[in-house]
Nanobody
Framework: QVQLVESGGGLVQPGGSLRLSCAASGMIHSFTAMAWYRQAPGKQREWVGSILLGSRASIAESVKGRFTISSGNAKNTVFLQMSSLRPEDTAVYYC???????????????WGQGTQVTVSS
């Protein structure tokens, strides 16, 4: 069974930086794409960005210029580098991965716990 595990969240002051990681286990074939989402309290989950593994990344307008997505050297890993963080970036951050044409979490509706990012002074 494939598992996606996010890490790297925490409490940071406005203007600070964090680097989130997402690693997959239990998969012997590479994903074709990975993505980051976030969900703030009382709001719907929103797409933050995605990357076609071995190719280009796309990022949401709300975080463009501040967040960067990259894939790791190890298979099935993705990072979200966040800088110039704002209080409105406070949310639980989740990753997702596409194998073939199916997104593991988005298509199943099972998102796991994610990693909490809190931006506050």
């Amino acid at each position: 069974q494939v598992q996606l595990v996010e890490s790297g969240g925490g409490l940071v002051q406005p203007g600070g930086s964090l680097r989130l990681s997402c690693a997959a286990s239990g998969m012997i074939h590479s994903f074709t794409a990975m993505a980051w989402y976030r969900q703030a309290p009382g709001k719907q989950r929103e797409w933050v960005g995605s990357i076609l593994l071995g190719s280009r990344a796309s990022i949401a307008e709300s975080v463009k210029g501040r967040f960067t997505i990259s894939s790791g050297n190890a298979k099935n890993t993705v990072f979200l580098q966040m800088s110039s963080l704002r209080p409105e970036d406070t949310a639980v951050y989740y990753c997702d991965a596409r194998y073939g044409s199916a997104w593991l979490r988005g298509d199943s509706g099972s998102w796991g716990q994610g990693t909490q990012v809190t931006v506050s002074s």
